[in-house]
């Protein structure tokens, strides 16, 4: 049984008023019931500290309230582990597109891995938009060959570029500047029927066969004055933009990147390293030889970054690295670490079945074992 509908008119007053939600989840016991609620508490911008401070106030959380609406993630998660509606050790595969709920056949580890992606805390300062930069061949992948796009390509049936646009909504992103090229006519039409949960523009790179800092160009008058930047093919187990924005740009600082210091199953040789100072990107690049941490594909930029593209010099490569090279060089990049988040760049055959290994492995831990009961 879902929620009735005086259950789902009621639920921002009964928020205002301390309800216990985990009640009303752990009553239904249905993850469409997880799914509807959390649409719901999408929804209620307007009165998150209210419910932040209540969440810190029931677990004895001393910080601030609007970080703990976090925990909403774990109200909303915690009901599920021992409710027998996930979870069965071999994961089956079923189909499911970004923003829809999963059909009627059975539940695979893509929509315990949405759930995760729910929501997660918005800060006063708070990044609205996205550039998904999607326009390359994927050569390496198999996609063109395969008749495939690669932004079109699933893992764990859900297309990457479904991925990047989930993981988008669940960081407080409301719209996504999406650059195509390759098939563009094709990713675009896709992503059309998709019911993406954010709103989408597409821009074109007329020759994706360029360095990406061409795409990123390309997107140039639709940028806002602070944007995500991410790549289409970069997978993660869970939403990691809001890192990006723990601490805030300002004239000094022209975007952060996201780093690991301890990446797991990558190839380090196409690596792109970056060296740091603190949390100062000082060298940024595949060739450095003393390093620090993996350029994890993500980035909070300001505008500067597109007078950066244009200053690369004609005799180097116009990509996002060199322009992050630019930035660095009059210490106007800053670092983010991804703190043991899984993810994955999805450039081969090896590295799709790495990403479906990371998504299984959320789900997992997000299901738990079966109930006995």
């Known amino acids: 049984m879902l929620l009735s509908v005086d259950e789902t008119s009621d639920l921002a007053h009964d928020l205002r008023d301390g309800p216990n939600v985990v009640e009303i989840v752990q009553r239904h016991r249905d993850f469409e019931v997880i799914l509807e609620l959390a649409d719901q508490f999408k929804n209620l911008e307007r009165i998150e500290a209210e419910v932040g401070e209540q969440l810190a106030l029931r677990g004895g959380l001393d910080r601030p309230s609007a ?42 580890c893509a929509l315990a891995h949405r759930i995760r992606f729910i929501h997660m805390p918005r800060a006063a300062g708070a990044v609205h938009q996205t550039i998904i930069l999607a326009a390359g061949v994927g050569v390496r992948l198999g996609g063109s060959s395969a008749g495939t796009p690669k932004p079109l390509l699933t893992v764990a049936g859900v297309p990457l570029l479904a991925h990047a646009l989930a993981h988008a909504a669940a960081s407080g992103c409301r719209e996504a500047i999406v650059v195509v090229g390759h098939e563009g006519t094709r990713v675009r039409e896709a992503v059309e029927a998709m019911a993406s949960p954010i709103d989408v523009q597409f821009v074109t790179n007329p020759d994706p066969t360029t360095p990406n800092g061409d795409s990123l160009l390309a997107a140039e008058a639709l940028a806002a004055d602070r944007f995500f930047l991410q790549m289409a093919d970069h997978v993660f187990a869970e939403p990691v933009l809001p890192r990006l924005t723990s601490s805030g740009l300002n004239g000094a600082t022209a975007g952060h990147v996201l780093v690991d210091r301890a990446p797991v199953n990558l190839d380090l040789s196409d690596a792109t390293k970056v060296r740091l100072a603190g949390s100062r990107v000082t060298a940024i690049g595949k060739g450095i030889d003393s390093w620090d941490a993996i350029d994890a594909g993500c980035f909070v930029l300001t505008r500067s970054v597109f007078a950066a593209l244009r200053a690369v010099s004609a005799d180097e490569p116009r990509t996002v690295s060199a322009a992050m090279r630019r930035l660095a060089e009059r210490g106007a990049l800053g670092a983010a670490e991804i703190g043991g988040v899984r993810w994955v760049d999805v450039d081969t055959p090896g590295d799709r079945a790495e990403a479906e290994a990371v998504i299984a492995s959320c789900s997992a831990a997000v299901s738990g074992p079966r109930s006995q009961g």
Request: overall charge negative.
């Open 67 to 108: 970080d703990a609406f976090e925990d909403v993630n774990r109200v909303l998660l915690e009901p599920i582990r021992g409710s027998g509606g996930f979870g069965s050790g071999q994961a089956p595969k079923c189909s499911m597109n970004a923003g829809t709920r999963a059909t009627d056949e059975p539940r695979n």
